[in-house]
């Protein structure tokens, strides 16, 4: 499977809209589309947005003109940011004062409040991506409020996309940060080295992560990671897929490993506890209940279930639905 489509298997990945990003500089454009009567603006209050619907057909629910005016006059809000062209209407996002205590009883007669793990499992695909690229461009602007210059405030400009410094003689610009992390997932023979955090949820496992650092390449970071958190000897590193992850500004950066040794030696602390598994050792854990897997919304399931499921037979998912696997309840967002 070629990369474009093994990374559209990975939630918050499907675009749902057309960005128009060379049109975003254009403010006669710009203010054209907000002015439509078609226009749907997203709320973004802590890492929420509003969904409505019935739990089988459940949608994000963009306020329009009237909800927008109404937000205006009881909460201080930003300036709308422009996602880009859905089927429906342009859409915007809109961050809600964090310190809106009330904003889901303001919002409440327009829908209710979603976060985006939830909205990961429980909106369509394309809907999950279009508020995972509304919350990441409304938590960099809230992270990125002054300049690292000179302290100035920062007002958005091409249509909430460049942050730009207002302090005078200085008006830097900013774009949006992500940071990139890579995960890996490292194969010796035919078995697969998971790993846990003692902060975790018991019996909970997962791939090796981490960010990367200055100065080195992604497959410098995956060779790195690998010997710190586990000591184990890297020698091949493919690129498999990747993963918008705004919690609250990563990128993920799947990658598949081939260890040329067994021995584990946790060398960073990172880990409480790493060990090898067969795909049998994997049956029997979530049957027993003495394995989790990651969450299903994240690109560290897909790297586990690529390597799981090309042995044929039953897949992952299918393990997982026998043994009546209850998928942990996302934890509260970020
Ligand atoms: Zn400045």
Redesign the pocket.
């Known amino acids: 499977m070629d990369h474009l489509r093994r990374s559209l298997l990975n939630c918050y990945t499907m675009q749902g809209l057309d960005r128009k990003a060379e049109l975003r500089s254009n403010t006669d454009w710009i203010a054209e589309q907000f002015g439509r009567s078609d226009v749907g603006v997203m709320p973004i209050w802590r890492g929420h947005t509003l969904v409505s619907g019935t739990k089988d057909d459940r949608r994000i629910a963009p306020l329009d003109t009237a909800g927008l005016e109404e937000m205006q006059s009881r909460c201080r809000v930003g300036k709308p940011i422009f996602l880009g062209l859905h089927p429906d209407g342009p859409r915007f996002a809109l961050t809600v004062d964090g310190e809106t205590a009330d904003a889901p009883d303001l919002l409440a007669p327009f829908g209710e409040m979603m976060d985006l793990r939830t909205a990961g499992r429980e909106l369509h695909p394309a809907e999950a991506s279009v508020f995972a690229h509304a919350k990441a461009l409304s938590e960099w602007q809230d992270r990125h409020r002054f300049?690292?210059?000179?302290?100035?405030t920062?007002e958005p400009v091409d249509a909430g996309h460049v942050l730009k410094?207002?302090?005078e003689g200085?008006?830097?610009s900013q774009f949006p940060r992500m940071d990139p992390a890579i995960i890996v997932r490292v194969v010796f023979e035919d078995r697969i080295l998971l790993g846990r955090q003692a902060v975790w949820a018991p019996h909970q496992y997962s791939v090796v992560a981490g960010f990367v650092e200055p100065g080195e390449s992604l497959e410098q970071a995956v060779v790195r990671e690998v010997e710190e958190e586990a000591g184990v000897p890297v020698v091949e590193v493919h690129y498999q897929s990747s993963q918008p992850w705004p919690f609250p500004g990563n990128i993920m950066l799947g990658f598949a490993a081939v260890a040329s040794d067994d021995q584990i030696s946790l060398n960073d602390n990172e880990l409480e506890h790493a060990r090898w598994y067969t795909r049998e050792e994997i049956v029997t854990g979530l049957n027993e209940r003495s394995l989790r897997v990651p969450p299903n919304i994240s690109i560290s399931f897909r790297l586990i279930e690529h390597w799981f499921n090309d042995a044929g037979g039953d897949t992952l998912l299918e393990v997982t639905e026998r043994a009546g696997y209850e998928w942990t309840p996302p934890p509260r967002s970020s």
């Open positions: 300049c690292p210059a000179c302290g100035s920062n410094c207002s302090g200085c008006g830097r």
